[in-house]
């Protein structure tokens, strides 16, 4: 079987190199080029310590024409017209950046603060919750991975919203945390060792993170009634992990028994969505360095739930995601190449 | 001026350490024992690395009838007995367990699975909120000194009880993180550096935790129409720190302003509580290694604010609020002796 | 082609699960059992909340008739029975303890504290420092998988040592540096989070740490004039990783780049050694969660040499080691199943 | 008694934040100004979260004729003018920069690329390592604090230069770990939390850090035929803290309780530097959050001695040294306001 020839845009930020991993782990896969424009003519080696000789170039130097597909691990906005171009030569896209995750371009404008360079795109994007979307996954050319916090807690709503479970008026309370890996790369106070290490703080508390739209997109669309969400994200030492808390009302009374059910039945043929057994709870340990989520139901009394959403940031909260999504796009085991 | 003489029982674990190193430094104090039943015969400074070299004694050793006041820091059980010899003996109790913080006997034998052996104290004790029940501390002999996250819990919801602003009916949401050293010394592997580094865990949640009864004992009585909580601990991969993040529904629409009002309100004259200016938030670095407390007031919307309560676990959560509290029975200004 | 059927005594250690973990990837091998005496009845993912549903046995129930290989990861002493057990019943046997790695019984009873139950098999064991004993590590039924610090140490030496360039006489220096995963699951209060995050230790310094036994018996297999050596380990708050600075004196006065080819030569066909470039240093990131050893080799003086050698602790320094051994003896890929 | 008017340049850096903190527990002293060309106009509490309210000042607007001392916390460089300034306004400088620890104009050229804009001032600097020269120290007006890793590794080997036991010939070897504080507040991807975590890292390993040239200076001062030095700096992922593992070659033999003597008896009567008892080896936790020093003498046979020297980078190794030099200017009782 031929390989599937792809491209790596922004290598060396930490998604990018946990693309480039998966890549070389995959059978069926062959890389042509990584780029880097801080790093051009260097290799992945001195910029990883534990990464291999893989050249890096500029993104004007790549062979845009031989590949099948290309992986955009750019900042939001950086990567906009790499997209657009590497539609238009043939390349099969998947972005990993905020880019093409909302379907309005005035959402873009307002969350992200200017002008989308290529609004005409949106409507074929296809925003990448693999156990959601797979079939209109499948079909596109312009995947859109969803950010790290939306995929932990609209993995974790999934089944609830299928249900029609969820109490429209009550707000819904996600209470995240995140490892400082999901802050990239760019040097900041903020994630300096000294400041971060035994430290633990909230963050963009009160509704001002911008991956409350894409998660109040998704909820709408699976939702007539969608609950208003309260979205507080904490950023704890560690490197990578993420864990969701969120507080549940359901719309009417449900033994706990019966809620759990539908968590196990939505995701029990589903290799990468585990649900665990009542009593556990899902921590930052079920999941780190893997691509899957772990989710674990606790029921408060019959009206109120405790989901506890588990992914690794870079795993299922991006790279892992974006690997799964490549396998459903070109037809592969959608496991292949990730870590489980 | 004559100096408090103290004693410490359970010297060696995380809190009686505290409480050593801030008597220490207390001008009025002189520090007559310091028990432990394993490391008895020993210095303090071979069982810490940076501690100074006071003997260490038996329980059964100790001059109870040459002090005035002691610190209590055995586990729950443990001292009910010394707690009631000390009294007897005429000292002055601090206690840091959690035998003394529930009035009622009942409460104490469900949550805490034993029966209570000396019920007939219960009525004495006094729960040590320093900034709440400062006048009933200054006269207690009895003091039972509150939980780590109690305190950061309550000290965060004061303003709001006095005010009567709880809405009665919608549960409050308190998501909060602590340091792994409010889980002890005694070993686990839940505490096994290999599986708590890199790792971060909820808890008893789903409403077991054994503070809750603390919790809702206060609110009780302080509110006639106390909300219902829902409590989340989590554990989180630093030695020191607490924060609660919490979740309010107000029984009325109020102005942010007017809300934080009651926060700086409350607090102005209080040298160990710090309410944050509008746009930060709290984080373990506000108070960790202090004996303070911080907290941050966000607005959601007219009915939902978003409390960040922080503490360090061993200080104002423990060694801290106990020192604060002795200081406030034996007459000293509040904060002799304490990190701020 | 047939797979090779293994079986993994001790699976729920450190050592062990990463074992598992290996055989997993490994397209040649099935796993026919997973012993633990404290979890059989259980399933691994219980016990290590990544782990996937593999079921424990006790290790009076597994089927050694069964099985071409097993690996023992039992702690020393307790899997020396099973080993000639396994031996006898066929099985060809990797053992990741230091029961087998000391040729002579006396040196274990040195060392270990009691005398070896199978000293009849000791002549048959070979020791598995996969580059330098690869033709032994071949053609045996035994394996003596090697220590973590001897792996970072010896691996480093081996260039000067089969070049004669140790001067006999001066102390050649070992200062090494591990994760805390190197001690094991067992709890301590030497590995209990609080005491050891933050902190770093020495430990075992001057001459009495175990593993000097296992450096100074190759030093002496592969030198007629091996020089005395100085170990001391130190225990650092990382969860996987280690790294040894050796400062050596050189026998005669070697140009800096005359030393370094002696290292780029020796390993320049090895896929798991890397000799880093002039100017870079070893750290544990160059080889953290993978099964491969950095070296980096800097002058001091035409007569002294500083090598910094890294090695991820579980991984070259434990399983990864194990299972190259184990490629090496069924003739497969020597990679395969490994990270890298 | 008038207390001493003090100031500090450079108070936001981590070493300025130390000695804001000492100053602050200093019952002697008031604080006059502290600088920042950062956040000048700011409070110290909003760039350190658990920091007081104390205005930052530029450094052109400081009442420099109306304090008694100044401690200088700028980089090296930086401050050279400013001491020079200080002292001609009459004020006692502390210096915990670089620029006047080296008595030669030439070796600062040498070790720091630039020429020294202030030589005339370099005979009247007084290295200030407390214990070793405290006469001197008492007497003058420019105090140079000396570097962590000097500190560190010369109150070691003071009790060795002393009594004329250091071999002349043999390299004497520091292995050095310290905290990531070390590094200062300016970020670097070194110092990034996702790099530095789970990481151990040597760095200007081969005689390329620039203490080396404090540490030979100091040695040559206190011995006649001082041994080459070869120091070896390793980063750890922790926030402070510094250990130096020393290897000693000794003149002649010497039996371990004779050696260990010369320490015990040079620092008997020194509040701030601890000898440790026999068979303890020092930690960081020996001296984390403190100003003291504590040693641990190992015999690895009658010519070699293991040294762990372990002070907290920040304390005894800037911060601390620098009241403890402050007090003894200034006739205080040498501990006050440090912590011990």
């Known amino acids: 079987m031929a390989k599937v020839k792809t491209g790596v845009y922004g290598a060396t930020g930490y998604t990018g190199f946990e693309i480039i991993k998966r890549l070389q782990r995959h059978p069926h ?3 042509r080029f990584a780029t880097s424009q801080t790093y051009a003519g260097q290799s992945l080696g001195r910029v990883y310590p534990a990464g291999r000789d893989i050249p890096l170039v500029s993104e004007q130097d790549v062979p845009l024409d031989d590949v099948d597909a290309v ?32 379907a309005d371009a005035a959402d873009y404008q307002t969350w992200y603060g200017l002008e989308h360079a290529a609004p005409h795109l949106l409507p074929e994007a296809v925003y990448g919750l693999s156990e959601v979307n797979r079939q209109a996954i499948k079909a596109t050319d312009l995947l859109a991975n969803p950010g ?43 994630t300096h060792f000294v400041e971060t290490s035994e430290n633990l703080s909230p963050y963009n508390i009160g509704q001002t993170h911008r ?16 609950p208003p969400v309260i979205f507080s994200p904490h950023l704890v030492p560690v490197n990578r992990g993420m864990l969701s808390t969120i507080y549940i009302t359901l719309a009417a009374d449900t033994p706990a028994a019966q809620a759990r059910t539908l968590f196990t039945e939505t995701y029990a043929a589903e290799p990468l969505v585990r649900v665990l057994p009542p009593g556990d709870l899902a921590t930052f340990a079920h999941t780190q360095r893997t691509d899957t989520c772990a989710i674990s139901v606790t029921a408060v009394d019959a009206r109120h739930l405790i989901l506890c959403s588990s992914i690794d940031n870079l795993g299922k909260g991006a790279a892992g995601q974006a690997l799964q999504n490549f396998n459903i796009m070109f037809g592969f085991e959608e496991t292949t190449g990730l870590f489980w």
Not at 164 to 183: R, T
């Open 148 to 190: 790290c916090y939306p995929t932990s807690i609209l993995l974790a709503l999934y089944p609830l919203l299928k249900a029609g479970l969820l109490a429209p008026d009550a707000p819904l309370i996600s209470d995240s945390k995140s490892g400082v890996s999901g802050a990239g790369r760019k040097l900041s106070l903020k």
């Open 29 to 31: 896969v062959s890389l």
């Open 211 to 226: 991956h409350l739209a894409e998660i109040n997109q998704t909820l709408a669309a699976l939702s007539e009634t969608p």
């Open 71 to 102: 992986f955009c691990c750019l900042p939001h906005a950086a990567g906009m017209t790499i997209v657009q171009k590497a539609g238009e030569a043939g390349a099969r896209v998947i972005d990993l950046s905020a880019d093409f995750r909302l």
